[in-house]
């Protein structure tokens, strides 16, 4: 199978702890700390590569976090190509809370990138590109990055090969249009993309079919948390419910829900059986600290406890 080759420009070092009690104005004693190599398609490659699929990742890199972020990366041997930036790599920073069992997320900006930064990238790509069977561009774009670089990269793919994104806002919305396979937002997401509330799975999967149909995109998945997610494309609209689990950590669910749905496509399975492995990928990411992810062992057995049922 081609490799699933995954864009990253804005990512991170996502350093995650736990503290007693997370309160104001106090030292807060943390433990149990962990680095993990973040940003959407770092993420995705990550899981891509615990299912031996062959994956390649490219992501900007810069400065001394840069530096962990790429030794985390190569520790998991996930093949890349590192586009050095002037600027600094991010951490972002979870602190689970013992008394209530609540994660607190912090999301720094990150560095801003050149033009000629951005080039580079976009270049990257394409070389990496010219054999890929999967294009995932993943994650939100550095700061003042131009709106429409989803589009840049879009542009630069060579042709006939199925792009996936997953990021939100003015930078998703600048970047439908044709060439785009496949979106990934949160029913918040969507709300933002669409304009309008969204209330329920009537209307979820209503928005979805609109812009399957306008063109904007061949499929999008709409991920709901506890409450499953969506697959809508041309003639079919399908409903996962997800497994009910005690979760650990939210964060990377959607990542993996991503990386198991790609997987699945560019393997030739049916819609249903997509969102299914999709879906039980999310839910195995809950169970893991950290920026974990999901693990092939929790993946097949959550899967056998996801309903899927069409719209």
Same mark, same amino acid.
């Given at each position: 199978m081609s490799p699933i080759v995954t864009l990253t420009l804005n990512p991170a070092v996502d350093v995650s702890s736990r503290a007693a009690q997370v309160v104001p104005g106090h030292k807060l004693r943390c433990h149990d700390v962990r680095h993990d190599a973040g940003g959407g398609g770092i993420n995705v490659a990550r899981v891509l590569r615990r299912f031996g699929t062959d994956t390649h990742a490219v992501f900007t890199c810069g400065g001394p976090t840069g530096n962990l972020l790429e030794r985390l990366?190569?520790?998991?041997?996930?093949?890349?190509?590192?586009?050095?930036? =002037?600027?600094?790599?991010?951490e972002d920073f979870a602190v689970s809370s013992e008394d209530n069992g609540m994660q607190y997320r912090f999301v720094l900006p990150g560095p801003e990138l050149s033009a000629f930064e951005l080039d580079t990238c976009?270049?990257?790509?394409?070389?990496?590109?010219?054999? =890929?069977?999967?294009?995932?561009?993943?994650?939100?774009?550095?700061?003042?990055?131009?709106i429409d670089s989803y589009r840049r990269v879009?542009?630069?793919?060579?042709?006939?090969?199925?792009?996936?994104?997953?990021?939100?806002?003015?930078?998703?919305?600048? =970047?439908?249009?044709p060439g785009l396979t496949l979106i990934k937002p949160s029913r918040r997401e969507l709300e933002q993309l669409t304009g309008t509330a969204l209330p329920d799975r009537t209307a979820l999967s209503q928005a979805a079919r609109r812009l399957v149909e306008q063109r904007n995109t061949e499929m999008v998945a709409v991920t709901l948390g506890e409450d499953g997610a969506l697959l809508v494309g041309r003639g079919f609209?399908?409903?996962?419910?997800?497994?009910?689990?005690?979760?650990?950590?939210?964060?990377?669910?959607?990542?993996?829900?991503?990386?198991?749905?790609?997987?699945?496509?560019?393997?030739?399975?049916?819609?249903?059986?997509?969102?299914?492995?999709?879906t039980a990928a999310g839910s195995a990411a809950l169970l893991s600290s950290g920026t974990a992810l999901c693990h092939p062992a929790q993946?097949?057995?959550? =899967?056998a406890r996801v309903e899927i049922r069409s719209l």
């Open positions: 990366v190569r520790h998991e041997e996930v093949p890349c190509t590192v586009v050095q930036i =002037a600027g600094d790599t991010r976009l270049s990257a790509l394409a070389r990496a590109a010219s054999t =890929a069977g999967y294009v995932v561009a993943s994650g939100s774009l550095p700061p003042d990055a131009p879009c542009a630069a793919l060579p042709k006939g090969i199925p792009f996936a994104l997953d990021t939100s806002g003015d930078a998703l919305r600048h =970047a439908l249009g609209s399908l409903e996962a419910t997800a497994p009910t689990i005690d979760p650990i950590s939210t964060i990377g669910a959607g990542d993996s829900f991503l990386a198991l749905l790609v997987l699945s496509l560019s393997e030739g399975r049916s819609p249903t059986a997509a969102l299914r492995r999709a993946v097949d057995e959550l =899967a």
